[in-house]
């Protein structure tokens, strides 16, 4: 089997020697080449046609957003970003997966910790998992673009919750179903990206001035309103209770669920847990298969409609798979066909 060729883009010497040095070690890898900054990147591209480019963000000479646009439109290669923890780090990030990067790794506070084990096998598995994408995929999806006023809602009981769960190419994903809900929606809309801590805030925000609803990231405490979105936080597992007559969100930071945090299948446990059943729950592109089985508790718990993203529009079919092989989807559509059934199982 033909290894998968790298090239590593970052304007730090060390970064560059201990990126390559992880990446030698796995034996389905191997680095052709590293650049310093963009413009050295996009030659080392055309000389050395690498399977797959990982892209510092910030780099003099040409940063990484505009080396990204040239390599979507150019070569279109699967590019995976190493983002700074700085919220300057986390908005260039957001904006590169809108242009089309398939993926991203947190590089650590300290340069030292990234030689860590578990920071290892995250690029790794990252690296991997991009090197399989279409990337065509995408960058195919369509994202909204216009800044679109808000609805204010009346007070009301609210009537239906809406569970999203998604993963790899998610950020943009949601940019391609959030904005298309009504803000006179009669329900609240929950969340759950794999993301790490620093990062969800950046994406909240990015999709409440796109939406007619508002979005923003979770807090503890907060009490579920229709016409509102909420996005669980990097690092915590985001689960609804019920006080005072209100669904109220909670958040956890001491468990890993289906080895994540925050997890789909801990987001849809608490909605099963507290007997919800006006339930539309959304699951979309993403490695692996969280969310499977709490889909399938959400089945066996009675009045839920559960939708899922089409193999073809999915960046990665993973979660969406996993679901429909346990047989917990009632529908599967293309990305662009979600927030469609998402209404008509609401009833409008």
Same mark, same amino acid.
């Given at each position: 089997m033909a290894k998968i060729k790298v090239l590593i883009v970052d304007?730090?010497?060390?970064?560059?020697?201990?990126?390559?040095?992880?990446?030698?070690?796995?034996?389905?890898?191997?680095?052709?080449?590293?650049?310093?900054n963009g413009e050295d990147a996009l030659e080392q591209i055309r000389k050395l046609k690498p399977d797959l480019?990982? +892209?510092?963000?910030?780099? !003099?000479v040409m940063d990484g957003i505009t080396a990204l646009e040239h390599i979507v439109k150019e070569f279109r290669i699967p590019v995976v970003m190493l983002s700074s923890l700085t919220r300057a780090g986390a908005d260039l990030t957001i904006k590169a997966l809108?242009?089309?990067?398939?993926?991203f790794i947190t590089k650590p506070t300290s340069i030292f910790k990234i030689n860590t084990d578990e920071i290892k096998q995250t690029l790794i598995e990252k690296v991997i998992g991009a090197s399989k994408v279409s990337i065509s995929k995408v960058s195919s999806a369509s994202i909204a673009s216009a800044v679109k006023p808000k609805h204010e809602m009346k007070p009301g009981r609210l009537k239906n919750i809406i569970a999203i769960g998604t993963s790899t190419g998610g950020p943009?994903?949601?940019?391609?179903?959030? !904005?298309?809900? !009504?803000?006179?929606v009669n329900g609240s809309v929950?969340?759950?990206?794999?993301?790490?801590?620093?990062?969800?805030?950046? +994406?909240?925000e990015r999709l409440n001035t796109m939406s007619e609803i508002e979005v923003k990231e979770a807090e503890h405490g907060d009490i579920?309103? !229709?016409?509102?979105?909420?996005?669980?936080?990097?690092?915590?597992?985001?689960?609804?209770?019920?006080?005072?007559?209100?669904?109220?969100?909670?958040?956890?930071?001491?468990?890993?669920?289906?080895?994540? %945090?925050?997890? *789909?299948?801990?987001?849809?446990?608490s909605i099963v847990d507290q007997n919800i059943k006006n339930t539309i729950a959304v699951i979309m592109t993403g490695m692996g298969a969280d969310g499977t089985?709490?889909?399938? %508790?959400?089945?066996?718990?009675?009045?839920?409609?559960?939708?899922?993203?089409?193999?073809?529009?999915? *960046? *990665?079919?993973?979660?969406?798979?996993?679901?429909?092989?346990?047989?917990? *989807?009632?529908?599967?559509?293309? +990305?662009?066909?979600?927030?469609?059934?998402?209404?008509?199982?609401?009833?409008?």
């Open positions: 304007d730090s010497a060390f970064m560059r020697k201990i990126l390559t040095d992880i990446m030698t070690e796995d034996s389905r890898l191997e680095v052709v080449g590293t650049a310093k480019v990982t +892209l510092d963000v910030e780099m !003099p809108e242009i089309g990067a398939v993926d943009r994903a949601l940019q391609s179903v959030i !904005p298309l809900i !009504p803000g006179d929950l969340i759950v990206q794999h993301m790490p801590v620093g990062f969800t805030k950046s +994406l909240a579920l309103k !229709p016409g509102w979105g909420y996005l669980a936080p990097g690092g915590y597992q985001m689960e609804v209770v019920q006080r005072g007559g209100n669904y109220v969100i909670q958040l956890d930071d001491s468990k890993i669920v289906s080895g994540h %945090r925050p997890s *789909v299948d801990a987001m849809l446990d089985k709490g889909l399938k %508790r959400l089945k066996d718990n009675g009045k839920v409609k559960i939708i899922a993203q089409d193999e073809e529009s999915c *960046v *990665v079919y993973g979660m969406p798979g996993s679901a429909v092989k346990a047989n917990t *989807v009632d529908v599967e559509v293309p +990305l662009d066909k979600i927030t469609n059934e998402i209404m008509k199982a609401m009833g409008v």
